[in-house]
């Protein structure tokens, strides 16, 4: 599944700048994927980007219309369909990343096939995938892992690649959710293949590279999380990772969806991480910690870090504060 | 998912007795399921069961025929074809455990909407599964983990189940393989439900149950196996096991299709899983070994098994050799 840039970025009928996440995720990370926006009456989101009609985004190159929001119950409103049908006949492609997919609606199988265009529903896997074979391959990979889900796995992974890349390093983001997938333009869900698969499907999407090139491979779930952690062991098993970093979000008071957890603390999450990963590759260690401080006030938020490094001995950074530099100053070592 | 019972077993034109292993395992834990066996002319196994038409199957009360033979490729053969139409016709279900799908045929489907009757692919969920909470659950279970796969936890299980009502206790096998659906009727193929619901999947399989009532659950693979350790590690935390049961095999030399991975030693990988089981249930613990000793000679056996029961001070059985008494014995305890 790959898809075609530049984009259009369809923010619909977004209700806030939240609702349109996604968007502000591509457009965040590869503006030059991304030729406009487009906006229905109703939208309160703003990606600063030049809206466009479908037409004139046919017109600046656009290949594919991404929808870049997700509205309450992940629903295709009757709203968008004309848009949507629009985009089709104009000679786009369509791409969603939300539950209800794309070709289940028949108005647009119909126009898509018409039009010899595609609608890619990126959250369902649309190849099979192998069992993993777990023979060691050539390049090297990088894993985020995290204490809890949705602590910036997917966002400290795209900082460390672009950070690779501006340290002169060859290196690739490979996505493993829907959100990952659209920013990047491809990639597996790695919680929507069958269990069998997980670890092959992660094989695949990082497979054998030069010896100097590094996937940066966006985690999910956490070892610690009842419900998802069948998905983060065959993820960090089919990485096959040489270097680990922690994603960790400080103030979280349990797992989330599951009040009765608490989060794991730093050291244990830590050993059960490289105990994982290390059936895999014997060598595996961590280079980083990731801390999302949104919630913790400058001065806390560097008190934290700071305790955290001096009882780990490896640099702590929040990658939207400091970035990732010191992280990334690790891989060259390794 | 549940399979009306009794069934009428289907050899097919099976080429040895273990291309019909499936069947004889029903026959073996379950005779009082099976009415009969169907065999083509080419059939070279025998489950001692009676041999009847379909006609005389129908007639002796059979509600699901069961096809109990693996062939090469897991094809469905034109052969079978007119033998599960006139299942159909005669009233039966027919549950099939293939790669191949029962309702991927066009000639099956057509003719059991015609009849009325259902066909079952066990290896493939045919309900949603919800995503794992977590919560603990009254009653009790039991679940067998394996240093490898295909190492008898299915058999141990049955072999605990069997034991265990025979003990007095309240206790019912919850199957989660293919194999293990057809000979209970119902349960779960893990490693086919979509990696976000492995957990939930088994939540809901091994629901709430009274203070004094086991599940017994069939484990999958292993934390130690490459390919599929995700499957392994969902399954643990929805069983919420309050006892484990290691499952062995002591001559293999190395993982099942992954010539680079040896198997781990017993010690490391029951402590591998009492911490990933621990997760969901704090107070998990193993109450025995159970050793696939049939690769060794009797004495060979015996010194083996006494070593391990030296060394982790737990019952160490061949179920098939010596039962699993000593082990069931353990539950009462907990």
């Known amino acids: 599944m790959e898809l075609k840039k530049p984009y259009l970025l369809f923010l619909g009928d977004a209700a806030d700048q939240l609702a349109a996440k996604v968007a502000q995720g591509i457009k965040t990370w590869h503006p030059e994927y991304c030729v406009g926006q487009f906006r229905l009456p109703a939208c309160n989101a703003d990606c600063d980007l030049e809206d466009l009609s479908i037409a004139a985004a046919a017109q600046a190159g656009a290949k594919t219309l991404v929808i870049g929001v997700a509205n309450r119950g992940g629903i295709i409103s009757d709203e968008w369909i004309g848009v949507l049908v629009e985009a089709l006949e104009s000679g786009l492609d369509i791409a969603a990343g939300l539950h209800n997919k794309l070709n289940d609606i028949p108005e647009l199988v119909a126009c898509a096939q018409k039009h010899g265009r595609q609608l890619f529903d990126v959250r369902y896997p649309s190849q099979a995938y192998p069992v993993a074979n777990g023979k060691k391959r050539a390049g090297k990979r990088l894993l985020t ?26 290196a690739d983001f490979r996505a493993t959710g829907q959100t990952g997938i659209l920013i990047c333009g491809e990639g597996v869900s790695a919680d929507c293949v069958v269990a069998d698969f997980i670890a092959g499907a992660i094989e695949t999407i990082a497979p054998a590279n030069s010896d100097d090139h590094w996937d940066i491979i966006e985690g999910q779930g956490s070892l610690f999380h009842p ?64 801390v999302n401080t949104s919630q913790l006030e400058e001065q806390q938020a560097l008190d934290y870090m700071a305790q955290l490094e001096a009882e780990f001995g490896l640099p702590v950074v929040d990658p939207f504060r400091q970035g990732v530099g010191r992280i990334v100053e690790q891989l060259a070592e390794l």
């Open 145 to 170: 892992v995290g204490t809890d889900c949705s602590v910036g796995k997917m966002y400290t992974s795209l900082a460390i690649e672009k950070e690779a890349q501006k340290q002169g390093l060859n």
């Open 227 to 290: 419900s998802f952690a069948g998905v983060t062991t065959g993820l960090i098993h089919g990485s096959q990772a040489d270097a680990l970093v922690l994603c960790h979000e400080p103030t979280r008071t349990h797992m989330r969806g599951v009040p009765d957890y608490s989060l794991p603390d730093i050291e244990t999450c830590m050993q059960a991480n490289l105990a994982t990963a290390s059936l895999t590759n014997p060598k595996v260690k961590f280079v980083g910690i990731s």
